[in-house]
């Protein structure tokens, strides 16, 4: 059974004459979709591989390699040529080095926006072109379209459990204008479908989960490997020991699993949260109460700012964040942009504000870009 493809797909390839669209085929069943809703609309279509982690993991499996036998599988019978290309140099230099040093900081990282940024939408699309690419497409779910003004707008993907802009904010016009997203106009549960009508071999597949490209890891196993543990104390709010922990790189804000906090004397039962951090003394601030005020904040600063349009939104905008993927849209306003500096105040106090994670600020469908959160208030 043919479908066709989103409105905002069909017109980033009118723009072009018999346009040669590049497929990042990753062996899950998103882009398996995505390839083939291309070949069915006729376009001319091939795929590549990107090998981007060496690194073996703990049980020696060699994951990459059955991601490529699922792609050769899905493309063969739809005669979509494939590459592969090695990218895990740019992965290590690019994403997974940034990584370790903002744990090693003391913040909580996010590699998928760096991945994005960094590998798929400039290695990656650098590589596509070589190839003789005039488009590049993934089995993200998000859309793009153009303004009034010819610029490209990156816009939530249609199925709200899976949109994944919040991923995709720091990438700009130049990326976008070379780039489509078939299966964004889609619900996860149809693309499933479609897979299993067409009889790919990857419809059943679970989809990715754990750090982009490196898959499901033990986390402090993992990340111990590159940042050696420090064991330090665990410190109530009123400075009293009440646990030690492996190293305070391991834990983010609002962490409850993992501190191994036994009864405290003087301290209700119930379970404790991650409310501070100090890096400098290597110590863990912990407290009871899922909504502690210390983990409650209704503003926050951003750098490293990315805005799609290619130049910031006016102050004063009121607006919507998200300050982690899959959180629901929370109104805020744009108190300053500076530079390379961005002031956000909620209008509701929100949890787990987190240094190191990504605010993403949204106008109804349309995201506008976002930055880096330095420190709340």
């Not at 834990?251 to 004397?265: A, D, F, K, M, P």
């Not at 942009?337 to 994670?357: C, H, N, W």
Request: with cysteine; net charge negative.
């Amino acid at each position: 059974m043919d479908y066709q493809l989103s409105n905002e797909s069909l017109e980033q390839c009118r723009d072009r004459s018999d346009p040669h669209i590049v497929v990042a085929m990753s062996g899950g069943v998103d882009s398996s979709v995505t390839a083939l809703l291309l070949k069915q609309a006729g376009y001319r279509v091939s795929a590549i591989f990107m090998k981007n982690w060496n690194e073996p993991r703990e049980d020696q499996a060699c994951e990459w390699e059955k991601d490529v036998e699922d792609v050769l599988a899905v493309c063969e019978p739809l005669e979509i040529p494939v590459n592969t290309v090695d990218l895990s140099k740019n992965y290590w230099d690019c994403v997974f080095e940034e990584f370790v040093d903002e744990y090693r900081r003391g913040r909580t990282p996010n590699p998928d926006i760096l991945c994005n940024r960094e590998i798929k939408f400039k290695a990656f699309l650098e590589h596509a072109t070589k190839l003789g690419g005039d488009l590049i497409a993934t089995g993200h779910y998000a859309r793009i379209q153009q303004d009034d003004n010819r610029r490209y707008q990156l816009l939530k993907g249609l199925d709200p459990g899976k949109d994944q802009s919040y991923f995709l904010y720091a990438i700009g016009q130049a990326a976008l204008r070379r780039t489509i997203f078939p299966i964004g106009g889609l619900e996860k549960r149809d693309v499933r479908r479609i897979a299993h009508e067409a009889g790919l071999a990857t419809s059943k597949k679970k989809d990715s989960t754990g750090i982009c490209f490196i898959g499901e890891r033990r986390f402090r196993d993992f990340l111990g490997h590159y940042l050696p543990a420090q064991p330090g104390d665990i410190r109530n709010t009123e400075s009293a020991v009440i646990g030690r922990h492996a190293g305070a790189a391991f834990y983010t804000l609002g962490q409850r699993e993992g501190l191994g906090i036994g009864g405290v004397s003087g301290s209700e039962e119930g379970p404790w949260f991650v409310v501070a951090k100090d890096v400098g003394k290597n110590e863990l601030i912990a407290a009871q109460g899922h909504d502690h005020p210390l983990l409650m904040t209704k503003s926050l600063s951003a750098d490293t700012l990315s805005w799609i349009a290619g130049e910031p939104p006016k102050t004063g905008l009121q607006c919507h964040a998200k300050t982690r993927y899959r959180q629901p849209d929370q109104p805020c306003t744009i108190r300053e942009i500076d530079g390379d500096r961005l002031a956000v105040s909620f209008s509701e106090p929100q949890r787990a504000v987190t240094p190191g994670q990504s605010v993403v600020l949204y106008v109804n469908d349309q995201c506008l870009g976002g930055g880096i959160i330095n420190e709340t208030e």
